[in-house]
C-alpha cells in the first residue's frame, strides 16, 4: 500500500486549500481513513475520519465546519477541503487508512491507522 499526499503549500489567514491523497493497492472506499496533522513540537493529532461502507464522518472539534473530507471514488483519492485557514493550521498533513470498516472513536490515535503518505506541509501566514 502506498500512499502519497499533494496539494500543500503556503496559504494566507482567512483562505483556502484543497489537499488530496492518492492510493495505490488500497481502495479508500472499502476501509476507514481520514487525515491527521503535526504541527511543530507537537504530537500527531486526527482531525478527521470517514468510512464511505458505514456513511460516517468525523470531525476534530477545532476543524468542524471548516474542513470537509471525501472520497472520490473514479480517482480513488482521499480528499481534505480546508477553509477559514488560520496561523493554529499550520502543519504537517498525513493522509492514514486503516484495515477497519468504521471509524475508531474520536478519529482514533495514530496507532489505530495501518497505512501513511509522507506528509505535505501546510503553512498559514506566509
Known amino acids: 500500500v502506498q500512499l502519497v499526499e499533494s496539494g500543500g503549500g503556503p496559504v494566507q489567514p482567512g483562505g483556502s486549500l484543497r489537499l488530496s491523497c492518492a492510493a495505490s493497492g488500497y481502495r479508500f472506499d472499502d476501509y476507514a481513513v481520514g487525515w491527521f496533522r503535526q504541527a511543530p513540537g507537537k504530537e500527531r493529532e486526527g482531525i478527521t475520519c470517514?468510512?464511505?461502507?458505514?456513511?460516517?464522518?468525523f470531525y476534530r472539534t477545532s476543524v468542524k465546519g471548516r474542513f470537509t473530507i471525501s472520497i472520490d471514488s473514479a480517482k480513488n483519492t482521499l480528499d481534505l477541503e480546508m477553509k477559514d485557514l488560520n496561523d493554529d493550521d499550520t502543519a504537517v498533513y498525513y493522509c492514514?487508512?486503516?484495515?477497519?470498516?468504521?471509524?475508531?472513536?474520536?478519529?482514533?490515535?495514530?496507532?489505530?491507522?495501518?497505512?501513511w503518505g509522507q506528509g505535505t506541509q501546510v503553512t498559514v501566514g506566509l
Open positions: 470517514i468510512s464511505r461502507r458505514e456513511g460516517t464522518t
Open positions: 492514514a487508512a486503516t484495515e477497519r470498516r468504521t471509524c475508531p472513536p474520536f478519529v482514533g490515535g495514530p496507532q489505530t491507522y495501518q497505512y
